[in-house]
């Protein structure tokens, strides 16, 4: 399974993005997918994540209205955006998936496969 993380990028606060992050070598149902996010010196955090079935949301807190998580099953990519940014949001941005019937969507360790990230820097 290979994830590929796009829509990066340097922005000004108040700006939007779009990640994209698509999905190849499937050969299961995943469970959810999700967005982390990692900034310099600090753990990787959960942003969002969508379930394969149903496409139930699950967001952080400090992030709730301002992005949305979306997935097109058919081509197998799921979309984070991003709204009204700020410099609290500066991070690599990773998408992964969790193929566990049972797991914590909120937990990066129980997320099976990782895409390479990409960089996102809003300046303020």
């Known amino acids: 399974v290979q994830l590929q993380a796009s829509g990066g990028g340097s922005v000004q606060a108040g700006d939007s993005l779009r990640l994209s992050c698509a999905v190849s070598?499937?050969?299961?149902?995943?469970?959810?997918l999700g967005w982390f996010r990692q900034a310099p010196g600090n753990e990787r955090e959960f942003v969002a994540a969508?379930?394969?079935?149903?496409?139930?949301?699950f967001y952080l807190d400090s992030v709730k209205g301002r992005f949305t998580i979306s997935r097109d099953n058919a081509k197998n990519t799921v979309f984070l955006q991003m709204n009204s940014l700020n410099a609290e949001d500066t991070a690599i941005y990773y998408c992964?998936?969790?193929?566990?019937?049972?797991?914590?969507?909120?937990?990066?360790?129980?997320?099976?496969?990782w895409g390479q990230g990409t960089l996102v820097t809003v300046s303020s």
């Open positions: 992964a998936i969790d193929k566990k019937v049972l797991s914590s969507i909120r937990n990066a360790r129980d997320y099976d496969f």
């Open positions: 070598g499937l050969t299961f149902r995943p469970t959810q």
């Open positions: 969508i379930r394969w079935n149903g496409g139930h949301t």
